[in-house]
């Protein structure tokens, strides 16, 4: 399934998130400002090849959701400063708002991805970013969506339907997060639901990492999805490899962003964070994923051709410990496993 190397798509981008996601708050480590992030990044160098851009998070301290023209420009100059480019944003919904919520609920969350969808535009304009979607997710646990699961879907969708002529208004596109916190959402069966009651695949799409899809297979907070069986043995890869094309046959039509990542099959959460999928190290030896391999189930369509769907792929690093995030070397080693990736269903443009 390799092309030949030398490919230069899709870009290579880290995200920038993980210095946020599970700081800061109660029970977390503290946050990792932006300016280390893009350092850490910009250090990062295998045979000459580095990364080629980052994901943000539209967040303080990193990215005010309130940003003005004037912050954005000293932004984009920052960014294009350390030779990047901006790929994906990601829209800080769930902080007054929910997609299942009430009418002020919802209004908040709108205006969430309306003020990340202008700056997504806004950065486009400044010339800084090339590609990318704005993250989307439903804002509401699981428990709470299983209460009234058929009406708090419908709402969910009624919302992202929504969410979605503001994006359309703006020339961008929103990807959902497949991860099992997020209620309406937490499970492959309930994702693909979501999506089809929305019914619009070129504005609302999927996000896949590897790392989050990898509990689908697994059931967790739906155990009647599960796909691989119970008390699985690890060592068999057909029976794993099966259940993955089962996953990426479902979600691959969909999928708009697509983060590489690692996960040994256990959850995790850190600060306020909800227990999701537990981003690995790229060479940690309990991953259960052979990353290059089974990127290529979502890189790759039914007959083995590739999709060409993402521009970029990034890396997600989110709740790593602070210790290793500061280690030079944990960078190196992602990049190093994203450029797997790029040689084994990249192309040249």
Same mark, same amino acid.
């Given at each position: 399934?390799?092309?030949?190397?030398?490919?230069?798509?899709?870009?290579?981008?880290?995200?920038?998130?993980?210095?946020?996601?599970?700081?800061?708050?109660?029970?977390?480590?503290?946050?990792?400002?932006?300016?280390?992030?893009?350092?850490?990044?910009?250090?990062?160098?295998?045979?000459? @090849?580095?990364?080629?851009?980052?994901?943000?998070?539209?967040?303080?301290?990193?990215?005010? +959701?309130?940003?003005?023209?004037?912050?954005?420009?000293?932004?984009? =100059?920052?960014?294009?400063?350390?030779? #990047? @480019? *901006?790929?994906?944003?990601?829209?800080?919904?769930?902080? &007054?708002?929910?997609?299942?919520?009430?009418?002020?609920?919802?209004?908040?969350?709108?205006?969430?991805?309306?003020? $990340?969808?202008? +700056?997504?535009?806004?950065?486009?304009?400044?010339?800084?970013?090339?590609?990318? *979607? @704005?993250?989307?997710?439903?804002?509401?646990?699981? =428990?709470?969506?299983?209460?009234?699961?058929?009406?708090?879907?419908?709402?969910?969708?009624?919302? #992202?339907?929504?969410?979605?002529?503001?994006?359309?208004?703006?020339? /961008?596109?929103?990807?959902? %997060?497949?991860?099992?916190?997020?209620?309406?959402?937490?499970?492959?069966?309930?994702? @693909?639901?979501?999506? %089809?009651?929305?019914? /619009?695949?070129?504005?609302?799409? #999927?996000?896949? &990492?590897? $790392?989050?899809?990898?509990?689908?297979?697994?059931?967790?907070?739906?155990?009647?999805?599960? +796909?691989?069986?119970?008390?699985?043995?690890?060592?068999?890869?057909?029976?794993? &490899?099966?259940?993955?094309?089962?996953?990426?046959?479902?979600?691959?039509?969909?999928?708009?962003?697509?983060?590489?990542?690692?996960? !040994?099959?256990?959850? #995790?959460?850190?600060? &306020?964070? !909800?227990?999701?999928?537990?981003?690995?190290?790229?060479?940690?030896?309990?991953?259960?994923?052979?990353?290059?391999?089974?990127?290529?189930?979502?890189?790759? !369509? %039914?007959?083995?051709?590739?999709?060409?769907?993402?521009?970029?792929?990034?890396?997600?690093?989110?709740?790593?410990?602070? %210790?290793?995030?500061?280690?030079?070397?944990?960078?190196?080693?992602?990049?190093?496993?994203?450029?797997?990736?790029?040689?084994?269903?990249?192309? +040249?443009?």
């Amino acid at each position: 399934m390799s092309e030949s190397r030398g490919n230069t798509f899709p870009k290579l981008h880290n995200a920038m998130w993980p210095g946020l996601v599970g700081k800061g708050s109660p029970g977390g480590e503290p946050a990792i400002d932006l300016d280390t992030m893009l350092d850490l990044t910009v250090g990062a160098s295998v045979g000459g @090849v580095k990364f080629d851009g980052v994901d943000l998070f539209l967040y303080d301290p990193h990215v005010s +959701i309130d940003s003005t023209p004037d912050d954005l420009k000293r932004l984009a =100059a920052k960014i294009a400063g350390k030779g #990047f @480019v *901006v790929g994906s944003v990601v829209a800080p919904v769930w902080f &007054d708002g929910s997609a299942m919520g009430d009418a002020t609920k919802r209004a908040n969350y709108l205006t969430a991805v309306k003020k $990340a969808c202008g +700056i997504g535009k806004t950065l486009r304009e400044l010339g800084v970013r090339p590609y990318g *979607v @704005v993250r989307i997710d439903s804002a509401c646990s699981p =428990a709470d969506w299983a209460e009234d699961p058929a009406s708090n879907q419908k709402t969910i969708a009624a919302t #992202f339907k929504d969410a979605a002529k503001i994006a359309r208004d703006h020339g /961008e596109k929103l990807a959902a %997060e497949g991860e099992i916190c997020w209620g309406g959402m937490h499970s492959w069966r309930v994702m @693909v639901d979501l999506l %089809e009651r929305v019914g /619009e695949p070129e504005t609302v799409g #999927f996000q896949a &990492d590897m $790392a989050h899809t990898l509990l689908y297979t697994l059931g967790e907070n739906a155990p009647d999805d599960r +796909i691989l069986p119970p008390n699985f043995d690890w060592s068999d890869k057909a029976t794993l &490899d099966a259940a993955l094309r089962t996953l990426t046959r479902a979600l691959r039509p969909w999928t708009l962003d697509f983060h590489v990542a690692q996960n !040994d099959a256990t959850v #995790f959460g850190s600060g &306020d964070h !909800d227990h999701t999928g537990r981003h690995c190290l790229a060479n940690d030896p309990n991953g259960k994923l052979d990353i290059p391999h089974h990127a290529g189930f979502w890189l790759r !369509d %039914e007959s083995g051709a590739l999709t060409k769907a993402v521009n970029h792929i990034c890396w997600d690093g989110c709740m790593f410990p602070n %210790e290793v995030m500061m280690k030079q070397q944990t960078w190196t080693d992602v990049l190093a496993s994203m450029i797997k990736v790029r040689d084994a269903h990249g192309w +040249i443009a």
